[in-house]
């Protein structure tokens, strides 16, 4: 289809698709950015070509700021991480004030998580979250490691306390070596890098978890920044004990 790109699932979307499939989503343009909040129609309703989505004026938002004005852009956004997903994302809705940014995000993470294996990718990322006190980005990537790797109290003990988890000695390394490169990039010396070598890591791999942990910077601060509220399905999707471990407080 002219003026489309054919780019990754939503950075959170392994819930829905399977690892390697691909959603299309439009080229962009800048939006005016507005008020209305938006609330999408679910999967099972057909909305006739070219009728908008029903516009929400109630006063709760998902974020600190107000929902950006619909567009071809945004409601192409909004049913390709539907489909995705299953719901709308509360931070697709943030993402609408920039179409252009969540797509270029898309492209960037997308090619970041196609050079890693998903496990180390996915403890990576956790890492990162929990030292940079996300809890939406905790949320979710513990959920893709719940589904994917281990159970829920595995999970939430590597949310914690991951060296008597059972991870391998060089998970282990790669969970400190992220955490302490999301908490303080400058503090990372050669030694630090060493010690990947010294668990088998090449200085490739190394280089993958260091831009793994840079994107995770980027879109966890956003996120944060933003007030942008953790999707309410994490309260149905994850236990108590495991929402309890992976909300990093912020």
Same mark, same amino acid.
């Given at each position: 289809?002219?003026?489309? +790109?054919? !780019? %990754?699932?939503? %950075? ?17 343009? $800048?939006? #005016?950015?507005?008020?209305? @909040? ?5 999967? $099972? ?15 709760? @938002? ?16 909004? =049913?390709? #991480? +539907? ?10 809705? *943030? ?38 006190? $996300? $809890? ?12 994917? &790797?281990? #159970? ?14 059972? *991870? ?23 030694? =630090? !890098? ?7 890591? /090449?200085?490739?791999? !190394?280089?993958?978890? !260091? ?6 910077? &980027? &879109?966890? +601060?956003? *996120? ?6 953790? #999707? ?6 994850? /236990? ?11």
């Amino acid at each position: 289809m002219a003026g489309w +790109t054919t !780019i %990754p699932p939503s %950075p959170f979307a392994y819930e829905r698709e399977a690892l390697g499939s691909t959603v299309p989503v439009a080229a962009t343009r $800048s939006p #005016d950015l507005v008020a209305p @909040r938006v609330r999408h129609f679910p999967d $099972s309703v057909r909305r006739p070509s070219g009728v908008p989505f029903a516009v929400e004026r109630r006063g709760s @938002r998902m974020s600190h700021l107000e929902q950006a004005e619909q567009s071809p852009d945004t409601e192409r956004m909004f =049913d390709a #991480d +539907t489909k995705a997903m299953g719901y709308l994302p509360n931070y697709t809705r *943030l993402f609408a004030h920039s179409p252009a940014v969540y797509l270029a995000w898309q492209q960037l993470n997308g090619a970041v998580k196609a050079e890693m294996e998903l496990r180390r990718y996915e403890l990576a990322t956790l890492a990162a979250a929990r030292a940079l006190k $996300s $809890s939406y980005c905790g949320l979710a990537h513990g959920k893709v490691l719940r589904d994917k &790797f281990f #159970d829920a109290p595995t999970v939430a003990a590597i949310a914690s306390d991951h060296g008597s988890t059972g *991870l391998s000695a060089q998970e282990v390394a790669v969970v400190n070596f992220a955490g302490k490169v999301a908490a303080d990039a400058n503090s990372v010396i050669e030694a =630090d !890098i060493a010690g990947l070598r010294s668990h088998g890591l /090449d200085d490739t791999e !190394i280089f993958r978890v !260091i831009l793994a942990v840079g994107a995770r910077c &980027f &879109f966890s +601060t956003v *996120l944060s920044a933003a007030g942008a509220e953790p #999707d309410p399905q994490y309260n149905e999707s994850l /236990d108590a004990d495991l929402r309890q471990a992976l909300s990093f407080g912020g």
